[in-house]
């Protein structure tokens, strides 16, 4: 979750807001003058904006997951003797027939 406050409320209201941050998992946006300046996280959401790699690591765990995704699309097809449809376009069409049956459209 994710808020603002002003710096003079975090003269004010410290320790409410560390414990919101630390225990809530908040992240509060400071600001001065309604300009946004530094944030309040937790250590741990601060540990893992500096840890080295982990974004990269993140990123090689996706796009594995997205091969497997891939191959198991291509082993269906092979299976079925074709070519899959294009499954966004599918919920797309769904999503036109659902509003024009809601009379959305």
């Known amino acids: 979750m994710l808020s603002t406050t002003s710096i003079s409320?975090?003269?004010?209201?410290?320790?409410?807001?560390?414990?919101?941050?630390?225990?809530?998992?908040?992240?509060?946006?400071l600001t001065s003058r309604g300009r946004p300046k530094a944030a309040l996280v937790s250590l741990a959401d601060l540990q893992r904006l500096?840890?080295?790699?982990?974004?990269?690591?993140?990123?090689?765990?996706?796009?594995?997951?997205?091969?497997?995704?891939?191959?198991?699309?291509?082993?269906?097809?092979a299976r079925v003797g074709g070519l899959l449809p294009d499954s966004a376009l599918e919920l797309q069409e769904l999503r036109e027939e659902r509003d024009e049956l809601c009379g959305l459209r």
Not at 9 to 29: A, F, H, P
Not at 67 to 76: E, N, P, S, T, V
């Open 9 to 29: 409320q975090i003269k004010r209201d410290i320790s409410q807001l560390v414990n919101r941050v630390t225990y809530g998992g908040e992240r509060i946006i």
């Open 50 to 77: 500096l840890a080295p790699g982990d974004a990269a690591e993140e990123r090689a765990r996706e796009l594995a997951i997205l091969d497997q995704a891939r191959a198991l699309r291509a082993q269906i097809a």
